[in-house]
Every structure is written in structure tokens, then in C-alpha cells.
T-cell receptor
Framework: AQSVTQLDSHVSVSEGTPVLLRCNYS??????LFWYVQHPNKGLQLLLKYTSAATLVKGINGFEAEFKKSETSFHLTKPSAHMSDAAEYFCVVSEAGTASKLTFGTGTRLQVTL | GAVVSQHPSRVICKSGTSVKIECRSL??????MFWYRQFPKQSLMLMAT?????????EQGVEKDKFLINHASLTLSTLTVTSAHPEDSSFYIC??????????????FGPGTRLLVL
């Protein structure tokens, strides 16, 4: 069975400061990991994905995430937050052989202040 | 590329009526589409997996007779909420996986449909 834990339900940062959204996963097999962003009343947009290639994954809008197997983590970072980054972020895991069945974390709401 | 649309974006209906939501992959073929439900301030919960030309696979606790899914073509899946009740009010989101083989292909999500049952 696979699961995802997003450690913070809400994160607030000032514009221009770094962003760290934490995610830990549990998976019986080699997982694929994703970060999706959801703006209010919108669908989900893929930020980045890890599929057993390079452990440091670069995504869109300056975001990146590092897959750490020893820590079972896949934290999302960005060096400098922008007001437009304010949204809900979901960490997602998919196990090999599950026909792409995704398991979502509970989400982290990122607030960016001036 | 990889755009998924949903129609309608918002629907209000009376209790007891049925509502159909369409999910289309606009620029790729999708052998598999997924239907999710999201309650306010909560995460997405998978309802069912829809494969083109075959019956949908429903997650535990999802009533297949209430949430009818049809995936008649490689670019269209529909979700019909039959005899809708206020507790069915939610945000319904579909996703589509490209028909390029493998089990780890990315899912692309539609913009969602907000259903309000009065």
C-alpha cells in the first residue's frame, strides 16, 4: 500500500524568501512521485515528477524537489517565493504496477505575504 | 499539449435529477481516465478508473449505480450522477493518461466541475 504525508497543512512565507513544502511517502515498490498545484476553483497543474531518474527534479516556475530514499521524503522547494505561488500544493505517489493509481496527500496551503 | 477539458464547469440541479459531466482529452488519446471527488479544503479522492471500451473500476465505497461512467472513445469519458442529492454536492475532477504505454505515465487533470444539488 502507498501513502503520502504532507507535514504542514499551511505554510506562510514572505515574498522573495525560500519556500519549503514537506512530503514523506510510504510505498511497497519503486514509486513515482509528483507535486501538483491547485489554484482556487481550478484543476490541478503538474509542477514536477520523479520517476527513478535523477533524484533532484526541476519543475516549472522555479520549483524543484529532491527524492531521498533513505528519508522517504520528496520535499518541494523554491528559492524565492512570488505572490502568484499562493495556492494549494499536493504531493502525490504512484506505485509501479498500479496502472497509474495516484494517492494524494492532504495538501499544503501556501500563503505568500508582502 | 496535454490539455484536458471538462464540461460544464459549474452546474446547479434539483435533488433527484441526474447530471452528466464530460471529460475530454483535447490533444492526445487517453486509454485511461480517472474521476476524482474533492470536498472543500480536502484532498482528492479517487472514485473510479475508466478504460476505453470496458467497464469502469470503482473504488471501495463508491456506488457504481449512482456514479455511471462511460468511456466510449479515446478522448471522451462521462460521469453521470444519477438521482443527485445534496450530499453529492462537490468538486469533480477528471484526469487522463496518455495512450503511450507503460504504467507510470503522467496524468493530466481537467479544470473540474462544481456540482451543487439543491
Amino acid at each position: 500500500a502507498q501513502s503520502v504525508t504532507q507535514l504542514d497543512s499551511h505554510v506562510s512565507v514572505s515574498e522573495g524568501t525560500p519556500v519549503l513544502l514537506r512530503c514523506n511517502y510510504s510505498s511497497s515498490y519503486s514509486p513515482s512521485l509528483f507535486w501538483y498545484v491547485q489554484h482556487p476553483n481550478k484543476g490541478l497543474q503538474l509542477l514536477l515528477k520523479y520517476t527513478s531518474a535523477a533524484t533532484l527534479v526541476k519543475g516549472i516556475n522555479g520549483f524543484e524537489a529532491e527524492f531521498k530514499k533513505s528519508e522517504t521524503s520528496f520535499h518541494l522547494t523554491k528559492p524565492s517565493a512570488h505572490m502568484s505561488d499562493a495556492a494549494e500544493y499536493f504531493c502525490v505517489v504512484s506505485e509501479a504496477g498500479t496502472a497509474s493509481k495516484l494517492t494524494f496527500g492532504t495538501g499544503t496551503r501556501l500563503q505568500v505575504t508582502l | 499539449g496535454a490539455v484536458v477539458s471538462q464540461h460544464p464547469s459549474r452546474v446547479i440541479c434539483k435533488s433527484g435529477t441526474s447530471v452528466k459531466i464530460e471529460c475530454r482529452s483535447l490533444d492526445f488519446q487517453a486509454t485511461t481516465m480517472f474521476w476524482y471527488r474533492q470536498f472543500p479544503k480536502q484532498s482528492l479522492m479517487l472514485m473510479a478508473t475508466s478504460n476505453e471500451g470496458s467497464k469502469a473500476t470503482y473504488e471501495q465505497g463508491v456506488e457504481k449505480d449512482k456514479f455511471l461512467i462511460n468511456h466510449a472513445s479515446l478522448t471522451l469519458s462521462t460521469l453521470t450522477v444519477t438521482s443527485a442529492h445534496p450530499e453529492d454536492s462537490s468538486f469533480y475532477i477528471c484526469s487522463a493518461r496518455e495512450a503511450s504505454g507503460g504504467t507510470q505515465e503522467t496524468q493530466y487533470f481537467g479544470p473540474g466541475t462544481r456540482l451543487l444539488v439543491l
